[in-house]
């Protein structure tokens, strides 16, 4: 590979979900440096809900009002109490700032045939755009789009009035160089993983026209097996396994027959639950000591070589620099939106979220602005990206949109209603 595009690839390998532009700093004593978690298939955790990203990314316990955040973020979401059809496009061009043709897709679809059951279909793709192929001394070898998908099956079921289930079944494909290393072989990446998703959510009445709506959610992200690109499968990477809890209230406030104001707030968290790289020790040159069996010495933190199974509890106490680093690990998002509702036929919103990660894990810390329209069913929403960092950031100007259709199936339901 040569020039721009080797940097290109090395991007797309390598950093999780590309936040770059941090440099570390020095240690003393106990100070804490840059330390990101990498993972393999960074590309499942872009959001590909465009109405969650308008609100920093929020989609853990958001309000009945949309069903697409039960793709991206919680698959218990999906259980809207009401028997629809809906489907959703999004479309995300991705690190724009760095490089011109990289872009993610998505095509939801979820059929809910009874008012308590419902079954989504979601298909994401990840397309790295051109990238040239060069041999040891620089002679052109071929040309590759290197390309990622992943398409899950959910399921979700209200049990009762306020408490609902989630479970999507992940297949993961990732080919990074179509055949161009190893030989020709081993070059593509697969895995399975799972989605689980708890809601409890219920209303109380204010007042004669007034509603409060509130929820509290759970959602392991991408628990399963290890990836590989090597054909003898010796080194395999961790998927990004992630645990989101979050809250989240919807007040209404009735303005006529079937319409309403709408005001929603939530607050939410999320962390890989993937070891943290521990800091090895070295000598004076800097070099990385090996014991008598040839493993790399632990000076501070746990060894990563571990089960995906056992990632999930080991990841909450195996960073280096102890509790201080775990909290770190902990990224914060908050988002906030209104909304106009006439007559159960036609919805416009505005909203707005922060989404905030430690500086020693990445620094991603932007706002995003977002907006939508809904008439008789159909839907078009968009998100712009800010980032809030003093040096240039490859998310910069990140803006996308989605459409989205839904069909109510009762009588007297109307198209758009909490």
Request: aromatic content about 14%.
């Amino acid at each position: 590979m040569g020039g721009n595009r080797f940097i290109k690839f090395y991007i797309i390998l390598f950093l999780p979900l590309f936040s770059i532009g941090q440099s570390a700093n020095s240690t003393t004593g106990n100070q804490q440096t840059l330390n990101t978690i990498i993972t393999a298939v960074p590309f499942l955790t872009i959001n590909n809900d465009i109405v969650s990203l308008g609100k920093g990314g929020l989609g853990t316990a958001t309000s009945s009002f949309y069903q697409g955040a039960g793709f991206a973020g919680n698959p218990a979401l999906l259980a809207t109490g009401r028997k629809n059809i809906y489907g959703q496009f999004t479309y995300l061009p991705w690190l724009r700032a760095l490089v011109p043709d990289i872009n993610y897709s998505s095509g939801n679809f979820a059929f809910a045939f009874h008012k308590r059951h419902t079954i989504g279909v979601e298909f994401v793709y990840f397309s790295m755009g051109p990238i040239t192929f060069t041999d040891n001394t620089g002679n052109n070898i071929g040309q590759y789009k290197p390309n990622e998908f992943a398409t899950t099956l959910n399921y979700a079921v209200s049990l009762g009035r306020t408490f609902k289930l989630g479970l999507g079944l992940r297949y993961i494909n990732s080919n990074l160089t179509g055949g161009y290393f190893n030989g020709g072989t081993g070059s593509v990446g697969r895995a399975f993983s799972t989605n689980w998703g708890f809601l409890y959510r219920d209303t109380v009445q204010l007042y004669s026209t007034g509603k409060l709506q509130w929820g509290i959610g759970l959602c392991l992200q991408d628990i399963g097996t290890k990836i590989s690109y090597s054909s003898t499968k010796i080194q395999k990477d961790f998927l990004p396994q992630n645990l989101r809890i979050g809250c989240g209230i919807t007040f209404r406030q009735k303005a006529g027959n079937n319409s309403y104001f709408a005001f929603d707030l939530g607050y939410e968290v999320n962390k890989l639950l993937v070891p943290t790289p521990p800091v090895y020790a070295t000598n004076a040159n800097g070099q990385i000591l090996e014991d008598a069996n040839g493993n790399k010495i632990i000076a501070k933190g746990k060894n990563p070589n571990v089960s995906s199974l056992a990632a999930l509890f080991t990841s909450f106490a195996d960073a280096p620099y102890g509790s201080k680093e775990e909290w770190a690990e902990v990224n914060h998002i908050v988002g906030f939106e209104t909304r106009h509702v006439l007559n159960n036929r036609i919805y416009w919103a505005l909203r707005t979220g922060y989404f905030y990660e430690s500086k020693w894990k990445g620094g991603r810390q932007y706002t995003t602005i977002g907006g939508g329209f809904g008439l008789w069913g159909a839907g078009i929403n968009l998100f712009y990206l800010i980032p809030n960092t003093s040096q240039r950031s490859p998310l910069e100007n990140t803006l996308g949109f989605q459409l989205s259709y839904s069909i109510n199936l009762g009588k007297g339901t109307g198209f758009f209603k909490d």
